[in-house]
């Protein structure tokens, strides 16, 4: 597939302070693309060098095989952004708010309604079209944040941390609406989160961390290298030794947690093994490891404490 963004050795520095430290990394056209990292790990400088917001200090990056220091105009035709917090007035309608966004780009009179049936079509907010846009709620906003993101039809959707805030049903929506766009209209997704576990379907995950790269892979691949299973027993009160002794039988390590032991990247044989003491355990839990620990597990291993 095609690089519709390709960043090449890209450093920033602010005050003898490095932010962004020599990355490099590719986004093929139509991909869903996470960039993760805990706060202050370059993420924010990386997407406003690629939306032309912030120079680079050196390096290079293109986007859709525009270089973004002589060609700034025009990438910012290919781009839309939906930041942390929300950028549309509160006083203005989201018919008002996404109009005047739209005559930044040049989108008015029929040319202007066309479009906006189309796109509250698509996003599902026709109902409220004439509310005041403080007046809606954070899933609502988010919604409507990322119509005005999409008007101009951008070749590329920049999502920074879109579902902070935002209660379970609210985000679940976002990312109903992100795989819409990226299956049903082609768009290129690049998507910041600190969620591992929300980049679940991304095509290719990459984590910074003091502005340097410190793992990529697909989800599955970071979740096999950085997480590990784990299973809690526990005992009865007065069998706690005797169940470590059995543990150690088996023999596998373990961490005593209070009441309980840990157990962690158990085999199922080892667990089928452990359950046969049965009268020793009141009861147990087994947890697969998921993209969240392997998170934890990438910044542990890169100096960084959680």
């Known amino acids: 597939?095609?690089?519709?963004?390709?960043?090449?050795n890209l450093k920033k520095t602010y005050q003898q302070r490095t932010?962004?430290?020599n990355l490099s990394f590719d986004v093929e056209e139509g991909s869903l693309f996470s960039f993760l990292g805990p706060n202050g790990a370059?993420?924010?400088t990386t997407i406003n060098i690629i939306c032309t917001v912030l120079k680079s200090s050196s390096g290079e990056v293109f986007i859709d095989g525009l270089d973004v220091r002589k060609h700034s105009q025009d990438i910012r035709k290919k781009i839309g952004v939906v930041y942390q917090h929300n950028v549309l007035d509160n006083l203005l309608t989201v018919s008002e708010n996404l109009r005047f966004r739209a005559s930044l780009y040049g989108i008015i009179g029929n040319e202007f309604e066309n479009r906006l049936e189309e796109v509250a079509n698509q996003l599902d907010f026709k109902n409220y079209l004439n509310q005041p846009f403080h007046t809606l709620s954070g899933g609502q906003k988010r919604r409507v944040?990322?119509?005005?993101?999409?008007?101009h039809e951008p070749k590329i959707l920049l999502l920074d941390e879109p579902t902070t805030g935002l209660d379970p049903e609210s985000r679940k929506t976002v990312w109903e609406i992100i795989g819409t766009l990226k299956n049903n209209f082609g768009?290129?997704?690049?998507l910041t989160t600190h969620y591992l576990e929300e980049a679940r379907n991304s095509d290719l995950i990459t984590v910074i961390n003091q502005g340097r790269i410190v793992a990529t892979g697909t989800a599955i691949t970071l979740q096999k290298k950085y997480s590990?299973?784990?299973?809690?027993?526990?005992?009865?009160?007065?069998?706690?030794?005797?169940?470590?002794?059995?543990?150690?039988n088996v023999p596998l390590s373990y961490k005593i947690s209070d009441d309980?032991?840990?157990?962690?990247?158990?085999?199922?044989g080892n667990v089928r093994e452990i359950l046969k003491y049965d009268s020793l355990i009141d009861s147990f839990e087994y947890f697969k490891g998921n993209l969240d620990d392997a998170f934890i597990n990438i910044l542990k291993q890169t100096g960084d404490s959680v």
Do not use: N, W
């Open 1 to 8: 597939m095609t690089s519709i963004i390709s960043v090449k």
């Open 19 to 21: 932010v962004v430290d």
């Open 42 to 44: 370059g993420k924010s």
């Open 145 to 151: 944040e990322i119509a005005r993101a999409i008007f």
């Open 187 to 190: 768009m290129t997704i690049f």
């Open 228 to 248: 590990c299973d784990r299973l809690f027993l526990y005992p009865y009160k007065e069998t706690m030794e005797q169940l470590i002794t059995s543990v150690k």
């Open 260 to 268: 309980h032991l840990i157990i962690e990247d158990p085999s199922i």
